[in-house]
Nanobody
Framework: QVQLMEAGGGQVQAGGPLSLSCAASTPIGSPNTMEWHRQAPGKQRELVASITRAGSTTYADSVKGRFSVSRANFRNTAWLQMNSLKQADTGVYYC?????????WGQGTQVTVSS
């Protein structure tokens, strides 16, 4: 069983940056894709960004040009760098690992963007 641990959430002013990390408890094997999702109050969870083991990335239209997803396979870790944050980015951010036997989800980390 793979456990994912997110870190780096918090409160930031609009326009500021924040970086999240997601560390897996064990080597996660191949193939796999790591994803970042978020859930705003009263809204459904949505996919924000994804990255394959090979490094191919996708982004939601709402975050393109502002967010960047990366990973280090040897560290079983992924990151989400968030720049130019907006109040609309507020929510609980979850990382997810898609691979055989998954998906596996982290517990989530709160991101609050204030005006």
């Amino acid at each position: 069983q793979v456990q994912l641990m997110e870190a780096g959430g918090g409160q930031v002013q609009a326009g500021g940056p924040l970086s999240l990390s997601c560390a897996a408890s064990t080597p996660i094997g191949s193939p796999n894709t790591m994803e970042w999702h978020r859930q705003a109050p009263g809204k459904q969870r949505e996919l924000v960004a994804s990255i394959t083991r090979a490094g191919s990335t996708t982004y939601a239209d709402s975050v393109k040009g502002r967010f960047s997803v990366s990973r280090a396979n040897f560290r079983n870790t992924a990151w989400l760098q968030m720049n130019s944050l907006k109040q609309a980015d507020t929510g609980v951010y979850y990382c997810a690992l898609y691979r055989v036997g998954g998906p596996y989800w982290g517990q989530g980390t709160q991101v609050t963007v204030s005006s």
